[in-house]
């Protein structure tokens, strides 16, 4: 292995040249290959991108002329509508769109009641009303109750028939017919650039083509397909690439020879280079042996050398001096003065020290001098001189050693003004900042903030009012009242030694008035939208609410009916008359604990603490979502046990969590079957804190972590705010809420009460 080393010993950069050439050719021959498939796939990515936009433009434009004949049928719905405006209006959108050949009405049994275009025979060019496709359309139209459109209909030429239908109540009146001529829709809304680059065809479901009809497939071209919506019924769009590019292989391959070549020139270049370095080589290693030892003497030293001649000129300078002036001893020797690093503002300073070593007058405790640097740096040095005398005793100038001094010099000036630079920031603060005495409570220090916040009418020395408790405790922060100027600020004190040893305190006083404004205006503003949260809800359950109430005044009315004939027979039954008066007065009683139930829920008050049960808190949730539970088909189950401790809250804002906690496991399991469909809620001591648990048995959360965010929703009309609501109401209490998903499926909200520290921030904020 030793012998390998040596033989090849000084061979490797030539080895590695050579390997890089043969890896630059493999290189370029991947990358050839690399780029013809990156062509291929981008290809395939750009007509997949435009076909997908040609689908999707044409589907809008669809789309558009469907809202508008929803219209129409919305106008014959509600009798709305003349049939002379029907025709302006379907001749309007007929100009407007030229594939629709024709827009018309008809009756539930199938008669053409009128429309565009006027006729006294169906003509042959619109598909005849009782065509097996079109009165499947019908059908579907009128069972469904939107809008369909039918399969393709193969007259004089292809075509689809949009049926709209249109009802009075529940009772299906007839349909408005829109019929599309394929052929128009393709050649008016295939833009030019789509039918430069692509053969477009739409396709039926067998895979024949319907426009154009004399379509034939191009074996090896480029195509893809897409499903045709909103028509639906099997029909594609096809698009297939009309020229494919030529091929580059000819640019290729006349690029790898050029590369090959100069590859070739570069082996030969590196042979000749070789050479050259081989006997350049041998001529340093000569000439290295000599100039080791000195070479390794100078760059040893960090001082700075010099060596000036009779005359003046600079003779000599090592390494060292070149590193600290940043010029090169080729640049520097020779020069005579003035000399390019002694600063332009010190030129005779330098000067008159250069003479005195010259004459011998320098000092022996050295010079202080300023030099600068090729940068324009400056940099203070202490200079030492002496004559040079050489081995045979001759004066051949005078040697002079430096060193740098501006570090030394500069934490000097840095120690003299870190006192001002100190000073000076804290006169900058906005704060307000004070040193008093510990024991004397004198004023020691304040700044220009504390002046500004804190007005002296003496300047002599003085006492202050301390905002705080007096004496602080070692590491204080407290929000106080300034009575004079009536504003808030948050006071940190810290216990310090002084620059003469004595205890002093740090106070920095920060005025927090509007932070506490905002925090107010927040609190007002969370109070609002929590009202208008529980009106929303209120408003969402109208119709159940209104259901539920239906229920007890109709037993009124009957039993009111039932009594008054009682009272006509002969002789009057006074005592089942009796019965059912009670009966009058219980179903009252019931639809105004209804009524009562949902005042109280939707009250806008002041928050208020209160003693709270959890069993109360849930008798109102329960109650006002029973008609919403039964129409979903949900069964409400409470596992509370008895003897639950009570707790201290807002009974009516924890009432609207659970009611939205509640409401929106209903909701959650709405899509899933009837049976079972159960909400489980349940409550139970945890580490002296009451949990209530909420379990649905819906499709659960994905990402349970944004649940809390502001306006973010789950569902299509959900504004995004119920659970942050809830969140904040909870927080205020001094609980907390998660979200869970258990192992058995659904969602899991759990409210988590402390049962220990009852005061709540609601009394708090509004002391």
């Not at 010029?327 to 020779?334: C, I, K, P, S």
């Not at 002296?688 to 306006?711: I, M, T, W």
Request: net charge neutral.
């Amino acid at each position: 292995m030793q012998s390998f080393q040596q033989r090849y010993r000084g061979q490797w950069p030539w080895i590695l040249a050579y390997l890089a050439i043969g890896l630059t050719l493999v290189v370029l021959l991947g990358y050839a290959a690399y780029d013809a498939r990156q062509m291929q796939q981008s290809r395939d990515s750009t007509l997949a991108q435009d076909l997908l936009w040609q689908e999707q433009a044409i589907r809008l434009h669809l789309q558009t002329n469907q809202n508008v004949i929803e219209n129409l049928a919305y106008s014959l719905a509600a009798g709305a509508i003349r049939p002379a405006d029907f025709s302006a209006r379907a001749d309007a959108l007929m100009k407007a769109n030229p594939e629709i050949v024709a827009v018309e009405y008809i009756s539930r049994e199938g008669k053409r009641l009128g429309g565009l275009p006027v006729y006294s025979d169906r003509p042959n060019s619109l598909a005849p009303l009782n065509d097996p496709a079109l009165i499947d359309a019908l059908d579907g139209g009128a069972s469904l109750g939107r809008p369909v459109y039918s399969t393709v209909i193969y007259r004089n030429i292809p075509q689809i028939v949009l049926v709209v239908p249109y009802f009075r109540s529940t009772v299906y009146e007839g349909a408005v017919l829109a019929s599309y001529s394929l052929p128009q829709l393709m050649q008016l809304q295939v833009p030019w650039w789509m039918v430069q680059r692509y053969d477009l065809v739409l396709l039926d479901p067998t895979g024949q083509a319907l426009v154009p009809a004399d379509y034939t497939v191009s074996p090896g071209r480029l195509s893809r397909e897409v499903s045709f919506e909103p028509l639906g019924n099997g029909l594609k769009l096809r698009a297939s690439v009309r020229s494919e590019p030529e091929p580059a292989r000819r640019q290729l391959a006349l690029l790898v020879a050029s590369v090959v070549l100069l590859l070739a020139l570069l082996l030969w270049a590196l042979t000749l280079v070789k050479k050259r370095m081989a006997e350049r080589q041998r001529a340093e290693d000569a000439l290295r042996d000599e100039i080791g030892f000195r070479a390794a003497m100078e760059d040893s030293l960090t001082t700075g050398l010099l060596a000036i001649g009779r005359e003046g000129e600079l003779i000599y300078v090592n390494p060292g001096f070149c590193q600290l002036v940043g010029w090169r001893a080729d640049e520097l020797v020779g020069l005579m003065p003035p000399l390019p690093f002694w600063p332009p503002e010190r030129l005779s300073h330098c000067a008159s020290a250069f003479q005195a070593i010259r004459t011998g007058n320098a000092p022996s405790g050295g010079m202080q001098l300023r030099f600068m640097r090729r940068n324009g740096e400056r940099f203070d040095v202490s200079l030492y001189a002496s004559r040079l005398v050489d081995g045979r005793g001759e004066h051949r100038g005078w040697m002079a050693s430096l060193y740098d001094v501006t570090d030394i010099r500069r934490e000097r000036e840095a120690l003299a003004t870190s006192r001002m630079q100190l000073r000076t920031v804290l006169e900058g603060l906005d704060a307000s900042v004070s040193v008093t005495d510990a024991r004397t409570g004198a004023l020691l220090y304040r700044n220009r903030g504390h002046a500004r916040s804190f007005v002296l009418r003496t300047d002599a020395e003085c006492c202050l009012v301390p905002l705080g408790a007096w004496p602080p405790s070692e590491v204080q922060v407290e929000e106080c009242l300034e009575p004079a100027s009536g504003r808030w600020f948050a006071i940190q004190r810290r216990a310090l030694d002084w620059v003469d040893g004595r205890p002093v305190w740090l106070e920095i006083a920060t005025d927090i008035t509007e932070r506490r404004q905002a925090a107010e205006d927040a609190r007002q503003r969370d109070e609002r939208l929590q009202h208008t949260a529980r009106l929303v809800s209120m408003g969402e359950m109208a119709s159940s609410l209104a259901h539920e109430l239906n229920q007890p005044l109709a037993a009124i009315a009957g039993y009111a009916a039932a009594g008054d004939n009682l009272l006509q027979i002969e002789p009057p039954a006074l005592n089942r008359a009796r019965e059912t008066l009670g009966k009058i007065g219980d179903q009252a009683a019931r639809a105004g604990q209804i009524i009562r139930g949902i005042r109280n829920f939707v009250a806008k008050r002041a928050p208020r603490e209160e003693d709270c049960r959890i069993e109360t808190l849930l008798a109102v949730p329960m109650e006002l979502l029973a008609p919403l539970a039964r129409k979903a088909q949900v069964q409400i189950i409470l596992d509370v046990p008895d003897g639950l401790p009570g707790f201290r809250g807002d009974g009516v804002m924890l009432e609207q969590v659970l009611f939205n906690l509640m409401k929106n496991g209903i909701e959650a399991m709405a899509a899933l079957p009837a049976a079972p469909r159960r909400l489980t809620v349940s409550a139970a001591v945890v580490d002296a804190a009451l949990e209530v648990s909420v379990s649905d048995e819906g499709a659960g959360f994905s990402r349970p972590n944004k649940l809390f965010q502001p306006f973010f929703s789950t569902k299509p009309d959900g504004m995004g705010m119920g659970l942050n609501i809830c969140r904040s109401v909870m927080e205020q209490h001094r609980g907390h809420l998660r979200v869970e998903n258990p192992p058995e499926g659904g969602c899991r909200f759990v409210c988590r009460l402390p049962l220990s520290d009852t005061k709540t921030e609601i009394t708090e904020e509004n002391a």
